[in-house]
């Protein structure tokens, strides 16, 4: 309700502001609790299933964080026009996000080519994860960083990001407060 109709709430940008509402017989928590089972699922939240949509019975349901990944909508920053394809150099690179987990599955020379490739790789992710990645493209190496050590970059507040890919998969190491820790996690990591 919150994030829907209060504008200092968290999240009220991404909810409220773009006309996201709670339906009228939800505005009694008894009916929501009556049409959704009375409480949460372990593990589960509420879902949309049309993210442009309200929340009412025939549009929710619970679903786990996994599943709710799936059900993204395209962030506002998105330059390409496409959920999960970044222009690049030119190019357009796919990604999929699940977990905290980031999935380069390759850069292509069209949008079209970009798009289908994520379909097709959430398409086999969903039915067999190890055999999705392991159509992953052999990972694009380079280092654009600031720091010159590929996978540490400076955070705005001055400490240090730390990340790396391995076998296609992009995954986040920890934040540092100095260069050094941060250096040393990357080199670390890089032994494992």
């Known amino acids: 309700m ?31 609790a009556a049409d959704m089972g009375g409480k949460k ?17 025939s549009n929710c349901k619970w679903s ?11 962030f506002g920053n998105n330059a390409s026009g496409a959920t999960g394809v970044v222009r690049i150099a030119g190019r357009f690179e796919a990604r999929f996000h699940n977990n905290g987990v980031r999935y380069r599955v390759g850069r292509y020379a069209t949008m079209d080519e970009a798009k289908t490739a994520r ?11 190890a055999a999705a990645v392991a159509r ?15 996978g540490v970059s400076q955070h705005k507040d001055g400490g240090f990001i730390v ?12 934040y540092f407060r100095t260069f050094d820790e941060a250096r040393d996690a990357r080199r670390e990591f890089d032994k494992s």
């Open 2 to 32: 919150a994030r829907c109709y209060v504008d200092i709430s968290p999240g009220f940008e991404n909810y409220g502001a773009r006309g996201i509402r709670v339906c009228d017989a939800w505005q009694s928590f008894r009916q929501f």
């Open 41 to 57: 699922i372990a593990g589960m939240s509420l879902d949309r299933i049309d993210n442009d949509s309200e929340y009412s019975p």
């Open 64 to 74: 786990s964080h996994s599943d709710q990944m799936f059900n993204r909508r395209q």
């Open 119 to 129: 379909e097709d790789f959430i398409k086999l992710f969903r039915t067999d994860p």
């Open 136 to 150: 992953i493209q052999k990972p694009t190496v380079w280092c654009t960083s600031e720091t010159k050590i590929r």
């Open 163 to 174: 990340r790396a890919t391995r076998n296609g998969v992009r995954q986040y190491i920890g």
